[in-house]
């Protein structure tokens, strides 16, 4: 996927999103007179140095006068070449002289950006590709991205063709995968063709991120081992995260009644089956949470008519995950793991690898399986504890390296992880699932396969 590896490291920690209002405003406003300046108080993160910082929305303005600058010079809309970005860079300071000074200092190369640092003025502007970076004391304390500059010239990107594609990016805000997304996939038993589109973007107010999918994956489904009970529809859905998600004070337990997550191939993850033991046909109906012995539908002595990704259909057809997807981050472990989605709370769920001081290993769950055998009676199933059900295991702290909701801090930022292991991907949410993530009444939960699976 094409995506930015690195922002330059003395520049993240003023990061933020620019309204994508931006991009309405530039597409139809060609000819920009600058802004002049106000003398404002310095501001925050630049000591010493006198600053002339302006209101937010002159802020933004100014932002856009620097991209129109760079993107009407730019006609193939990229800065490719180290010669490429000092011709933007020097077009921009021909026509935007008080902002950019001491005019051509020197175009540093830093991990894929070219970063020209303007010490009179104190603002680095930063190009990468089709992307254009701008932070400094007249646009504010914040780093701010503009975007693609295809999509605030007003034109539409072509859409990045993921079909069975890998990832590979780690960062953890959902703003930085950003772009339109397309797959051809296929159902394999019914030999039917699909296309897969997801769309990610930000919201005008800079709060979320959201994603739009038609639910079909990037990769082909349905294949021998499958047992789906409804054939899979393209079924559109819309989600959203917030950009910076936030511990709530206590764990809010997964339920059947908000889906866990959304991956970036545009298909959600609904962990919990309604299907409990001596309840209805033991296969749907098990809608309530605090009822005992609910059936793991990724346990091997189960039967939910999943295909090889560890997936199957909702009643309106909706293709979801149990657990590991078994797509998108590479399952042999060759490298660290990416970024593969985020939860309903807006935390990043990772896939299964790390690095640990140079070895590259899986992450261990925390949740073992009891010991002893369950009660029997009419309403328990009796029987050893063998992960039959979620309530055959319980969370042993310290005991591997996820905590209660499977999720641990690394390098700064708090995700869960795919594990080959109950709780598969998480067990609860560490933030406040956002209410996108709020099924809709008669939208179904995941149910066992058709008569013969349990």
């Given at each position: 996927?094409?995506?930015?590896?690195?922002?330059?490291?003395?520049l993240n920690p003023w990061r933020t999103e620019l309204s994508s209002e931006l991009?309405?405003?530039?597409?139809?406003?060609?000819?920009?007179?600058?802004?002049?300046?106000?003398?404002?108080?310095?501001?925050?993160?630049?000591?010493?140095?006198?600053?002339?910082?302006?209101?937010?929305?002159?802020?933004?303005?100014?932002?856009?006068?620097?991209?129109?600058?760079?993107?009407?010079?730019?006609?193939?809309?990229?800065?490719?070449?180290?010669?490429?970005?000092?011709?933007?860079?020097?077009?921009?300071?021909?026509?935007?002289?008080?902002?950019?000074?001491?005019?051509?200092?020197?175009?540093?190369?830093?991990?894929?950006?070219?970063?020209?640092?303007?010490?009179?003025?104190?603002?680095?502007?930063?190009?990468?590709?089709?992307?254009?970076?701008?932070?400094?004391?007249?646009?504010?304390?914040?780093?701010?991205?503009?975007?693609?500059?295809?999509?605030?010239?007003?034109?539409?990107?072509?859409?990045?063709?993921?079909?069975?594609?890998?990832?590979?990016?780690?960062?953890?805000?959902?703003?930085?995968?950003?772009?339109?997304?397309?797959?051809?996939?296929?159902?394999?038993?019914?030999?039917?063709?699909?296309?897969?589109?997801?769309?990610?973007?930000?919201?005008?107010?800079?709060?979320?991120?959201?994603?739009?999918?038609?639910?079909?994956?990037?990769?082909?489904?349905?294949?021998?081992?499958?047992?789906?009970?409804?054939?899979?529809?393209?079924?559109?859905?819309?989600?959203?995260?917030?950009?910076?998600?936030?511990?709530?004070?206590?764990?809010?337990?997964?339920?059947?009644?908000?889906?866990?997550?959304?991956?970036?191939n545009g298909v959600k993850i609904d962990l919990l089956a309604a299907a409990c033991?001596?309840?209805?046909?033991?296969?749907?109906?098990?809608?309530?949470?605090?009822?005992?012995?609910?059936?793991?539908?990724?346990?091997?002595?189960?039967?939910?008519?999943?295909?090889?990704?560890?997936?199957?259909?909702?009643?309106?057809?909706?293709?979801?995950?149990?657990?590991?997807?078994?797509?998108?981050?590479?399952?042999?472990?060759?490298?660290?793991?990416?970024?593969?989605?985020?939860?309903?709370?807006?935390?990043?769920?990772?896939?299964?690898?790390?690095?640990?001081?140079?070895?590259?290993?899986?992450?261990?769950?925390?949740?073992?399986?009891?010991?002893?055998?369950?009660?029997?009676?009419?309403?328990?199933?009796?029987?050893?504890?063998?992960?039959?059900?979620?309530?055959?295991?319980?969370?042993?702290?310290?005991?591997?390296?996820?905590?209660?909701?499977?999720?641990?801090?690394?390098?700064?930022?708090y995700g869960y992880y795919i594990v080959n292991q109950y709780p598969w991907v998480?067990?609860?949410?560490?933030?406040?699932?956002?209410?996108?993530?709020?099924?809709?009444?008669?939208?179904?939960?995941?149910?066992?396969?058709?008569?013969?699976?349990?």
């Open positions: 996927m094409k995506h930015l590896t690195y922002l330059p490291a003395q991009s309405t405003e530039l597409s139809t406003e060609r000819t920009l007179e600058p802004p002049t300046p106000q003398n404002l108080p310095n501001p925050r993160g630049y000591p010493d140095t006198p600053g002339k910082p302006l209101r937010r929305g002159l802020v933004q303005r100014t932002a856009l006068w620097l991209t129109t600058s760079l993107t009407l010079l730019s006609g193939a809309l990229q800065a490719d070449t180290l010669a490429n970005a000092n011709a933007l860079f020097a077009y921009a300071e021909t026509n935007f002289s008080d902002l950019l000074q001491p005019a051509n200092p020197e175009t540093q190369v830093l991990q894929g950006f070219y970063v020209r640092h303007y010490t009179e003025t104190q603002i680095h502007l930063g190009v990468q590709g089709d992307n254009v970076w701008a932070l400094g004391e007249q646009l504010g304390p914040d780093l701010i991205y503009v975007g693609k500059l295809a999509a605030v010239m007003g034109s539409t990107p072509d859409a990045v063709d993921i079909s069975d594609a890998l990832l590979s990016n780690r960062r953890p805000e959902c703003s930085y995968y950003a772009e339109n997304l397309t797959s051809a996939v296929s159902d394999l038993k019914r030999g039917l063709s699909f296309t897969g589109n997801v769309a990610i973007s930000v919201a005008a107010d800079s709060s979320e991120c959201v994603i739009t999918a038609n639910s079909i994956p990037n990769h082909d489904f349905n294949d021998a081992s499958a047992a789906f009970a409804t054939n899979v529809s393209a079924v559109d859905a819309e989600f959203r995260i917030p950009l910076n998600p936030a511990f709530a004070s206590s764990p809010t337990a997964i339920s059947l009644t908000t889906d866990t997550g959304i991956l970036l033991y001596n309840v209805g046909d033991e296969r749907i109906g098990c809608n309530d949470m605090d009822q005992p012995w609910r059936f793991d539908p990724m346990s091997p002595l189960t039967q939910f008519g999943t295909d090889s990704h560890n997936a199957h259909t909702q009643p309106d057809g909706t293709y979801h995950y149990h657990g590991n997807p078994l797509a998108l981050f590479d399952q042999q472990g060759a490298s660290e793991s990416p970024l593969i989605g985020f939860a309903a709370d807006g935390f990043p769920i990772f896939g299964s690898y790390i690095n640990d001081n140079g070895a590259i290993r899986a992450v261990t769950s925390s949740y073992q399986l009891k010991t002893g055998s369950r009660p029997q009676s009419a309403n328990d199933p009796g029987g050893t504890y063998d992960g039959t059900f979620v309530d055959d295991y319980h969370y042993v702290a310290g005991s591997g390296d996820l905590d209660e909701c499977n999720g641990m801090m690394r390098n700064g930022a998480l067990a609860c949410f560490k933030g406040t699932p956002n209410t996108s993530f709020n099924k809709s009444v008669g939208s179904g939960n995941s149910q066992m396969g058709p008569p013969g699976g349990m």
